[in-house]
């Protein structure tokens, strides 16, 4: 190769070396303005569909990032809730800690699956069947949304974990179906000072409440006096319909989503709870009521309460009508006609 054609290749490469370097140096600035945005690539397109809306936009998901939540129960109405809060991105954990709050989901739940559990409690299969409800919960929340943070609490809720189990959480979900445990949930929302989402749901008929938000009523204001036992029935006794418990468990996380949203000055319009009630095979279907202000005299959120955290470890709730509620008339009005 003589001396021309030589240097002439020399300036080619020099050429194709300085276009190299302009290419990488083009990377590393996008690269730097990647790592600076709030969240990562892949959840602005996860996400994006949501952050559209005017409700949520990107501070409505970077809340909703940072949030935690604990679902009571990985049962019919837990599963949807469980699904639709992983989806919405509740709870995800960043993977360069840009965040000083990791958001989390909870689930706490002590039962197993079980065989008849499966034509309504939709996370779990029939692969699932003895397994952990909250292990095999994890296990598919986890392949909807690899990133979220999952905290297992296999004992389940009882007086003695109870305010120890909901302390880090930002809202509590309430799945359950034994009214002693939704009056524990409450006691213990309403010691921490937590939102409560509850839903109940039996043969075709379903109920949402959002207790202890923007100073409205505690389960007790609404329900001083529990139901006799004989008189609650459960899902083994009295039938569940899947798609009813399925539809509960989707307004609990609709309603979970829009109180974090109003927690965190996102979604600013005025929170009225109510309590809605749900009938499949009724006309019209859904019924919504206003409800009572905080009962002054309630002995869980009243000006002069009784329940506390000490209080709480040393109820026995199975039998809380009889050793927590005094004897009394309960309330009641006469009609004259």
């Not at 389960?219 to 083994?236: I, Q």
Request: aromatic share 4%; charged share 20%.
């Amino acid at each position: 190769m003589d001396e021309d054609t030589l240097s002439k290749r020399i300036k080619e490469l020099e050429e194709e070396l300085d276009s190299l370097r302009a290419q990488q140096a083009s990377k590393c600035t996008k690269r730097n303005e990647l790592s600076r945005l709030p969240l990562e690539l892949e959840e602005y397109i996860r996400y994006g569909r949501q952050m559209i809306l005017p409700q949520v936009g990107l501070p409505g998901q970077l809340a909703l990032k940072k949030s935690s939540v604990l679902v009571i129960g990985a049962g019919g109405l837990g599963c949807p809730v469980l699904l639709y809060l992983a989806g919405a991105g509740i709870g995800t954990s960043p993977t360069d800690n840009r965040s000083n709050k990791l958001g989390t989901i909870g689930i706490a739940d002590h039962d197993t699956v079980d065989l008849s559990n499966l034509h309504r409690q939709i996370l779990h299969r029939t692969s699932s069947i003895g397994r952990l409800k909250t292990r095999s919960a994890e296990t598919a929340l986890k392949q909807l949304n690899p990133s979220i943070k999952v905290i297992c609490h296999d004992d389940g809720i009882t007086p003695q974990n109870a305010v120890s189990s909901m302390t880090p959480y930002d809202i509590i979900v309430d799945c359950t179906d034994a009214p002693s445990t939704r009056y524990l949930i409450s006691d213990t929302c309403v010691v921490l000072s937590k939102s409560l989402v509850s839903g109940s749901a039996l043969g075709t008929e379903g109920q949402l409440v959002v207790y202890g938000y923007n100073n409205g009523p505690c389960y007790r204001c609404m329900f001083p006096t529990p139901p006799p036992a004989e008189a609650v029935l459960t899902c083994g006794e009295g039938g569940i319909l899947g798609p009813v418990v399925g539809v509960i468990g989707v307004m609990q996380a609709l309603e979970t989503i829009k109180v974090m949203l109003h927690a965190n000055g996102v979604w600013k319009e005025e929170y009225i709870p109510q309590m809605t009630i749900f009938g499949a095979f009724d006309v019209p279907q859904w019924r919504s009521f206003k409800m009572r202000p905080r009962k002054k005299d309630c002995i869980a959120c009243g000006l002069n309460p009784s329940v506390s955290e000490d209080t709480i470890a040393k109820t026995d709730y199975s039998v809380i009508c009889k050793r927590v509620i005094p004897d009394e008339i309960p309330e009641r009005i006469t009609v004259t006609v």
